[in-house]
């Protein structure tokens, strides 16, 4: 008998819960349904397609009870699937033998009986309790003045409602399957999403380096230039007082041996040129002199506390304020292209741009000027 249990349960409908009732449906996936039950998972997973006397007449889909696998039909629905013969083949040999090999009264005493008149079986059905019970407790028990119907009848009630039941929550399984697939592409979009705004804020970050880079080589342009043009302008005047330094060495050594002369006359002969010399070697009016503080750079100050203030600034353009930063960044000036941007993409992520940094405050103006001096 183990083997018929085991071949009853092979039989058993997923839907029903009970043996196959022909005719039998096989599905894509090789699994099995009462074709009542199919046609009731189906109308429950699509409740919008049209019906003719009980059945859908168009093309749907619906899910397999047993593995999940979806099942696609065409426009003659449920009835476009094939039949199982071999297993409404296997449900007749299997009724045969076990009617052939279950006695009679094993089947009697299948039927339940009543708990308290132990020797009625069950053949009622208390409305009232929504209990089974039996008759001598409708007539003498505590279900005398209960509505009661026939248990067969309640049992296809029960079954009927049981069966639109399971059927409802395949088709309800089917729609939290589409919504958590939904979900999960409503998840892969906002973490594509999320990759190309952080791609494009990096992007913004970098244009605005190559602005400061750019201004920081410009500005250290304007300083090396003036401080090479102050290097070379005092280099020059250092060679000119050397020079000028050489020449009166020379007039000094030319008037010691002038006065080592014993000769008068000879001396006196050679001191008028010397002492000319020394006169013109006396005076620097024709050098140039530097004024004090020439050698200063101060004038080439700067303050970023207004551009730092703006950096650290920097956040997501709000969406009441998208009009108004496009305004400003379109008075800015297109040739830093530090434009406001609003990125788009998935629903879910917020507008970013950069703001453009203040230009800078510097005074360029020397403090000192070279000019020639006399002596």
Sequence with gaps: MNTMENLEKQLICPICLEMFTKPVVILPCQHNL?????????QASNPYLPTRGGSLTSGGRFRCPSCRHEVVLDRHGV???????????????????????????????ETPMCDVHEEEKINIYCVTHSVPTCSMCKVFGAHKDCEVQPITSIYQTKKTELNDGIAMMVGNNDRMQGVISQLEEACRAVEENGRRQKTLVCEKFDHLYSILEEKKREMSQKVTAEQ??????????????????????????????TMEEQEMAVFLQNTKPVLKKIAEASTTEHLDKVERGYENMDHYNVDFKKEGTALRSIDFIQDDEDEDEEDEDGEAGAEEGEGAQNISGGGAVTPASVQPSATPQINSSPGAAKSAAST
């Design 34 to 42: 009462c074709r009542k039950c199919a046609n009731d998972v189906f």
């Design 228 to 257: 090479e043009e102050k290097v070379n302008y005092i280099r020059g005047l250092t060679r000119k007082y050397g020079d000028h330094l050489e020449e009166s060495c020379k007039i000094v050594e030319m008037g010691i041996q």
């Design 79 to 109: 009835y476009g699937l094939q039949r199982n013969l071999l297993v409404e083949n296997i449900i007749d040999m299997f009724k045969q033998e076990s009617s052939s090999s279950k006695p009679a009264p094993e089947s009697k005493e």
